[in-house]
């Protein structure tokens, strides 16, 4: 019994360390953006480069926990949430990496009176993602705490999807004298990041219907 006991301890442990540099990248995340619009491209390429290690990290780490989950017969009551939860919270740091990379390809030009927006809406999306880190974490440890952290991420994915929408309308707004490639470019940048914001929530919903099958 304490050797299953020791085995659960340590995938549990690899999870922990598994959402952490989830945690990381969205500060990661937000940095980058914000020095993009500062136009500080070498610190921005920097932190995509960061970011790029940390997708990485997770991963492998996704991998081990995922292997050790079914040869070590580890949580079988829950296996299959966990699973869930590991694989869906990888494509919030997975997209948080192509959101940058198209960045650099792309590299829009975001006109000054816009860039508090795409920066308010940067910061939505990296709250969002950081409390489904903290919801999930909940899921572990303390699960009476993860529907508020849930209605948090909600609460920021709103918050994206409104600043998003006001975005649209200025770029798109008949006195905006861009061509409409360039307001098309910008547009998908704010979509881009909004997105990491719908993959969180997606996370979340996920979290919702798994901590209610452990409560019942």
Same mark, same amino acid.
């Given at each position: 019994?304490?050797?299953?006991?020791?085995?659960?301890?340590?995938?549990?442990?690899?999870?922990?360390?598994?959402?952490?540099?989830?945690?990381?990248?969205?500060?990661?995340?937000?940095?980058?953006?914000?020095?993009?619009?500062?136009?500080?491209?070498?610190?921005?390429?920097?932190?995509?480069?960061?970011?790029?290690?940390?997708?990485?990290?997770?991963?492998?780490?996704?991998?081990?926990?995922?292997?050790?989950?079914?040869?070590?017969?580890?949580? !079988?009551?829950?296996?299959?949430?966990?699973?869930?939860?590991?694989?869906?919270?990888?494509?919030?740091?997975?997209?948080?990496?192509?959101?940058?990379?198209?960045?650099?390809?792309?590299? !829009?030009?975001?006109?000054?009176?816009?860039?508090?927006?795409?920066?308010?809406?940067?910061?939505?999306?990296?709250?969002?993602?950081?409390?489904?880190?903290?919801?999930?974490?909940?899921?572990?440890?303390?699960?009476?705490?993860?529907?508020?952290?849930?209605?948090?991420?909600?609460?920021?994915?709103?918050?994206?999807?409104?600043?998003?929408?006001?975005?649209?309308?200025?770029?798109?707004?008949?006195?905006? !004298?861009?061509?409409?490639?360039?307001?098309?470019?910008?547009?998908?940048?704010?979509?881009?990041?909004?997105?990491?914001?719908?993959?969180?929530?997606?996370?979340?919903?996920?979290?919702?219907?798994?901590?209610?099958?452990?409560?019942?």
């Amino acid at each position: 019994m304490s050797l299953f006991f020791n085995r659960v301890t340590m995938l549990e442990g690899e999870i922990e360390a598994m959402l952490d540099d989830i945690a990381k990248a969205a500060l990661v995340f937000h940095a980058a953006i914000k020095e993009y619009l500062a136009g500080d491209l070498d610190k921005f390429c920097e932190r995509l480069k960061r970011i790029d290690k940390l997708e990485s990290g997770v991963d492998s780490k996704r991998r081990e926990i995922r292997y050790k989950l079914y040869t070590k017969m580890l949580i !079988p009551e829950s296996r299959g949430d966990v699973l869930s939860l590991i694989e869906n919270i990888d494509n919030v740091i997975d997209l948080t990496k192509e959101v940058l990379t198209q960045i650099d390809i792309e590299q !829009p030009v975001v006109p000054e009176h816009l860039t508090a927006d795409y920066l308010n809406l940067a910061e939505a999306s990296m709250n969002a993602m950081d409390y489904t880190v903290m919801a999930a974490r909940a899921f572990f440890k303390n699960i009476h705490l993860i529907n508020d952290y849930i209605n948090k991420t909600y609460f920021y994915e709103h918050e994206a999807d409104v600043l998003e929408a006001r975005i649209k309308r200025i770029l798109f707004s008949l006195d905006d !004298p861009k061509e409409l490639a360039e307001k098309m470019q910008l547009r998908d940048f704010a979509v881009h990041i909004a997105a990491v914001s719908d993959e969180a929530e997606s996370v979340c919903e996920r979290l919702s219907v798994a901590a209610i099958k452990r409560t019942i």
